[in-house]
């Protein structure tokens, strides 16, 4: 069984909107905390968002605060990310992760800190 399954990304125009979400297999995701990731052509790696595993507090990049939506829905182990008022810089292929460590009360912004992974899900916005 796939531990995490990614899906709804691809291209739109600038101003458009994207919703990605992923659902876990495996242990109970009200456990943990999740969080996305994108990876730009030629970048390294950044965090996009975080939402604590109670759904209680989010948090997110200063680039996407304001146009991105962390949300959960831990009765069906699944997180998304909805994307609005997209950028061309937005364009990366985007990650989600769930945290190492269940009931973490604080965010980590740290790659390794998470897994499993999704495959990874490709947005491309055009101008």
């Known amino acids: 069984q796939v531990p995490v399954v990614e899906s709804g990304g691809g291209p739109v125009q600038a101003g458009g909107s994207l919703n990605l979400s992923c659902t876990f297999s495996?242990?109970?995701?009200?456990?943990?905390?999740v969080a996305w990731f994108r990876q730009a052509p030629g970048k390294e790696r950044e965090f996009v968002a975080w939402?604590?595993?109670?759904?209680?507090?989010?948090h997110y990049a200063d680039s996407v605060k304001g146009r991105f939506t962390i949300s959960r829905d831990n009765a069906k182990n699944t997180a998304t990310l909805q994307m609005n008022n997209l950028e061309p810089d937005d364009t990366a292929v985007y990650y989600c992760?769930?945290?190492?460590?269940?009931?973490?009360?604080?965010?980590?912004?740290?790659?390794?800190?998470?897994?499993?992974w999704g495959q990874g899900t490709q947005v491309t916005v055009s101008s």
């Open positions: 939402i604590k595993w109670s759904g209680w507090s989010q």
């Open positions: 495996g242990r109970s995701l009200g456990m943990f905390n």
């Open positions: 992760a769930r945290d190492r460590s269940f009931y973490r009360q604080s965010m980590v912004l740290d790659a390794d800190e998470y897994d499993p």
